[in-house]
T-cell receptor, first 106, second 114 residues
Framework: DAKTTQPPSMDCAEGRAANLPCNHS???????VYWYRQIHSQGPQYIIH???NNETNEMASLIITEDRKSSTLILPHATLRDTAVYYC???????FGAGTRLTVKP | EAQVTQNPRYLITVTGKKLTVTCSQN?????MSWYRQDPGLGLRQIYY???????DKGDVPEGYKVSRKEKRNFPLILESPSPNQTSLYFC?????????????FGDGTRLSIL
Protein backbone atom coordinates (compact mmCIF):
# COMPACT_ATOMS: atom_id res chain seq x y z
CA ASP A 1 0.00 0.00 0.00
CA ALA A 2 1.03 3.57 -0.62
CA LYS A 3 2.61 5.41 2.27
CA THR A 4 0.43 8.45 1.61
CA THR A 5 -3.30 9.04 1.98
CA GLN A 6 -5.37 11.80 0.42
CA PRO A 7 -9.06 12.73 0.32
CA PRO A 8 -10.70 11.42 -2.85
CA SER A 9 -12.11 14.74 -4.00
CA MET A 10 -12.26 18.45 -3.29
CA ASP A 11 -13.89 21.51 -4.81
CA CYS A 12 -12.49 25.00 -5.00
CA ALA A 13 -13.87 28.29 -6.29
CA GLU A 14 -12.00 29.89 -9.15
CA GLY A 15 -9.57 32.52 -7.91
CA ARG A 16 -9.46 31.14 -4.39
CA ALA A 17 -6.64 29.16 -2.85
CA ALA A 18 -6.87 25.39 -3.15
CA ASN A 19 -5.39 23.54 -0.17
CA LEU A 20 -4.85 19.84 -0.79
CA PRO A 21 -3.87 17.74 2.23
CA CYS A 22 -1.77 14.61 2.33
CA ASN A 23 -1.06 12.31 5.23
CA HIS A 24 2.31 10.55 5.24
CA SER A 25 2.77 9.58 8.85
CA UNK A 26 4.91 6.51 8.07
CA UNK A 27 7.57 7.98 5.82
CA UNK A 28 11.14 8.00 7.05
CA UNK A 29 13.03 11.09 8.05
CA UNK A 30 14.95 11.38 4.81
CA UNK A 31 12.12 10.67 2.38
CA UNK A 32 11.06 13.52 0.19
CA VAL A 33 7.38 14.13 -0.51
CA TYR A 34 6.44 14.81 -4.15
CA TRP A 35 3.32 16.24 -5.70
CA TYR A 36 2.18 15.56 -9.24
CA ARG A 37 -1.01 16.27 -11.06
CA GLN A 38 -2.75 14.56 -13.95
CA ILE A 39 -5.10 16.39 -16.24
CA HIS A 40 -7.53 14.05 -17.98
CA SER A 41 -5.44 11.08 -19.16
CA GLN A 42 -2.23 12.97 -19.82
CA GLY A 43 1.04 11.94 -18.21
CA PRO A 44 1.45 13.06 -14.60
CA GLN A 45 3.06 16.47 -14.33
CA TYR A 46 5.53 17.26 -11.56
CA ILE A 47 4.52 20.17 -9.33
CA ILE A 48 6.80 20.43 -6.32
CA HIS A 49 8.68 18.41 -3.71
CA UNK A 50 10.09 18.93 -0.25
CA UNK A 51 11.67 17.28 2.77
CA UNK A 52 11.31 19.44 5.87
CA ASN A 53 11.12 23.07 4.92
CA ASN A 54 8.26 24.70 3.15
CA GLU A 55 8.80 25.10 -0.57
CA THR A 56 7.44 27.45 -3.19
CA ASN A 57 7.78 27.57 -6.94
CA GLU A 58 5.91 29.17 -9.80
CA MET A 59 3.16 26.58 -9.64
CA ALA A 60 2.46 26.04 -5.96
CA SER A 61 3.56 26.08 -2.34
CA LEU A 62 4.19 23.05 -0.17
CA ILE A 63 3.73 23.24 3.57
CA ILE A 64 5.17 20.32 5.54
CA THR A 65 4.32 19.92 9.21
CA GLU A 66 7.18 19.98 11.67
CA ASP A 67 6.66 16.32 12.55
CA ARG A 68 6.57 15.51 8.80
CA LYS A 69 3.44 13.45 9.19
CA SER A 70 1.46 15.51 6.76
CA SER A 71 1.73 18.20 4.14
CA THR A 72 -0.48 20.59 2.20
CA LEU A 73 -0.18 21.62 -1.40
CA ILE A 74 -1.40 25.15 -1.96
CA LEU A 75 -2.46 26.52 -5.33
CA PRO A 76 -2.75 30.19 -4.40
CA HIS A 77 -5.19 31.32 -7.07
CA ALA A 78 -6.88 28.30 -8.59
CA THR A 79 -8.04 28.50 -12.19
CA LEU A 80 -10.33 26.22 -14.16
CA ARG A 81 -7.23 24.71 -15.77
CA ASP A 82 -6.09 23.47 -12.36
CA THR A 83 -8.92 20.93 -12.38
CA ALA A 84 -7.03 17.63 -12.21
CA VAL A 85 -6.16 14.66 -10.04
CA TYR A 86 -3.38 15.54 -7.60
CA TYR A 87 -1.03 12.87 -6.27
CA CYS A 88 1.13 13.03 -3.18
CA UNK A 89 3.84 10.35 -3.11
CA UNK A 90 6.97 9.56 -1.16
CA UNK A 91 10.29 9.15 -2.90
CA UNK A 92 11.18 5.70 -1.66
CA UNK A 93 7.68 4.30 -2.11
CA UNK A 94 6.89 5.74 -5.56
CA UNK A 95 3.34 4.42 -5.30
CA PHE A 96 0.62 6.58 -6.79
CA GLY A 97 -2.65 6.03 -5.01
CA ALA A 98 -5.98 7.32 -6.25
CA GLY A 99 -5.02 10.92 -5.49
CA THR A 100 -7.40 13.84 -4.91
CA ARG A 101 -9.66 14.94 -7.71
CA LEU A 102 -9.73 18.74 -7.50
CA THR A 103 -12.55 20.48 -9.30
CA VAL A 104 -12.23 24.23 -9.69
CA LYS A 105 -15.61 25.81 -10.19
CA PRO A 106 -16.41 29.19 -11.75
CA GLU B 1 13.55 19.65 -25.28
CA ALA B 2 13.76 17.16 -22.42
CA GLN B 3 11.17 14.50 -22.92
CA VAL B 4 10.03 10.93 -22.52
CA THR B 5 8.60 9.55 -25.75
CA GLN B 6 6.27 6.57 -25.93
CA ASN B 7 5.10 4.77 -29.05
CA PRO B 8 2.51 3.96 -30.08
CA ARG B 9 0.10 6.36 -28.40
CA TYR B 10 -2.87 4.13 -29.19
CA LEU B 11 -3.08 0.46 -30.13
CA ILE B 12 -5.95 -1.94 -30.59
CA THR B 13 -4.90 -5.55 -30.98
CA VAL B 14 -6.04 -9.09 -30.32
CA THR B 15 -5.36 -11.60 -27.59
CA GLY B 16 -2.07 -13.43 -27.95
CA LYS B 17 -0.43 -11.19 -30.52
CA LYS B 18 2.91 -10.06 -29.14
CA LEU B 19 3.41 -6.34 -28.89
CA THR B 20 6.05 -3.90 -27.73
CA VAL B 21 5.56 -0.39 -26.43
CA THR B 22 8.70 1.66 -26.79
CA CYS B 23 9.93 4.30 -24.37
CA SER B 24 12.83 6.62 -24.98
CA GLN B 25 14.23 9.49 -22.93
CA ASN B 26 16.77 12.11 -23.99
CA UNK B 27 17.89 13.25 -20.53
CA UNK B 28 20.54 10.61 -19.86
CA UNK B 29 18.49 9.37 -16.91
CA UNK B 30 19.52 6.18 -15.18
CA UNK B 31 16.14 5.31 -13.64
CA MET B 32 13.18 4.36 -15.82
CA SER B 33 9.87 2.73 -15.00
CA TRP B 34 6.56 1.61 -16.42
CA TYR B 35 3.15 2.16 -14.87
CA ARG B 36 -0.34 1.13 -15.81
CA GLN B 37 -3.40 3.13 -14.89
CA ASP B 38 -6.86 1.68 -14.52
CA PRO B 39 -10.03 3.49 -13.40
CA GLY B 40 -10.13 3.91 -9.64
CA LEU B 41 -6.73 2.30 -9.09
CA GLY B 42 -4.30 5.15 -9.65
CA LEU B 43 -0.95 4.35 -11.23
CA ARG B 44 0.60 0.99 -10.47
CA GLN B 45 4.22 0.26 -11.19
CA ILE B 46 4.90 -2.68 -13.52
CA TYR B 47 8.69 -2.77 -13.80
CA TYR B 48 11.55 -0.41 -13.17
CA UNK B 49 15.19 -0.18 -14.12
CA UNK B 50 17.95 1.39 -12.05
CA UNK B 51 20.41 1.36 -14.94
CA UNK B 52 21.44 -0.51 -18.08
CA UNK B 53 20.90 -4.27 -17.72
CA UNK B 54 19.32 -3.80 -14.27
CA UNK B 55 15.57 -4.34 -14.07
CA ASP B 56 13.21 -5.21 -11.21
CA LYS B 57 9.58 -6.07 -10.74
CA GLY B 58 7.16 -3.48 -9.53
CA ASP B 59 3.76 -4.16 -8.02
CA VAL B 60 2.04 -5.69 -11.07
CA PRO B 61 4.67 -7.40 -13.28
CA GLU B 62 2.67 -10.47 -14.34
CA GLY B 63 2.29 -10.76 -18.10
CA TYR B 64 4.96 -8.17 -18.90
CA LYS B 65 8.61 -8.13 -19.78
CA VAL B 66 11.10 -5.29 -20.07
CA SER B 67 14.65 -4.84 -21.24
CA ARG B 68 17.28 -2.14 -20.72
CA LYS B 69 20.02 -2.63 -23.24
CA GLU B 70 20.69 1.08 -23.62
CA LYS B 71 20.30 3.88 -21.13
CA ARG B 72 17.80 5.83 -23.22
CA ASN B 73 15.38 3.00 -24.08
CA PHE B 74 13.13 0.89 -21.88
CA PRO B 75 10.62 -1.09 -23.96
CA LEU B 76 7.62 -2.84 -22.42
CA ILE B 77 6.88 -6.22 -23.96
CA LEU B 78 3.61 -8.10 -23.82
CA GLU B 79 4.45 -11.59 -25.09
CA SER B 80 0.86 -12.84 -25.11
CA PRO B 81 -1.50 -9.97 -24.40
CA SER B 82 -4.81 -10.64 -22.72
CA PRO B 83 -7.90 -8.45 -22.31
CA ASN B 84 -7.03 -7.71 -18.66
CA GLN B 85 -3.99 -5.83 -19.93
CA THR B 86 -6.23 -3.28 -21.58
CA SER B 87 -5.09 -0.13 -19.85
CA LEU B 88 -3.36 3.23 -20.07
CA TYR B 89 0.40 2.87 -19.79
CA PHE B 90 2.98 5.46 -18.77
CA CYS B 91 6.73 5.39 -18.96
CA UNK B 92 8.76 7.62 -16.64
CA UNK B 93 12.39 8.48 -16.00
CA UNK B 94 14.48 10.30 -13.43
CA UNK B 95 18.22 10.91 -13.00
CA UNK B 96 18.54 7.99 -10.60
CA UNK B 97 16.50 6.33 -7.88
CA UNK B 98 18.64 7.88 -5.16
CA UNK B 99 18.46 11.45 -6.37
CA UNK B 100 15.74 13.80 -5.29
CA UNK B 101 14.87 14.89 -8.78
CA UNK B 102 11.29 14.18 -9.88
CA UNK B 103 10.19 11.72 -12.51
CA UNK B 104 9.35 12.85 -16.01
CA PHE B 105 6.42 11.05 -17.59
CA GLY B 106 5.57 10.25 -21.17
CA ASP B 107 2.22 11.12 -22.71
CA GLY B 108 0.85 7.62 -22.29
CA THR B 109 -0.07 4.65 -24.46
CA ARG B 110 -3.64 3.43 -24.53
CA LEU B 111 -3.77 -0.30 -25.22
CA SER B 112 -6.95 -2.20 -26.04
CA ILE B 113 -6.66 -5.98 -26.16
CA LEU B 114 -9.68 -7.63 -27.76
Amino acid sequence: DAKTTQPPSMDCAEGRAANLPCNHSTISGNEYVYWYRQIHSQGPQYIIHGLKNNETNEMASLIITEDRKSSTLILPHATLRDTAVYYCISKDDMRFGAGTRLTVKP
Amino acid sequence: EAQVTQNPRYLITVTGKKLTVTCSQNMNHEYMSWYRQDPGLGLRQIYYSMNVEVTDKGDVPEGYKVSRKEKRNFPLILESPSPNQTSLYFCASSPDRGSNQPQHFGDGTRLSIL
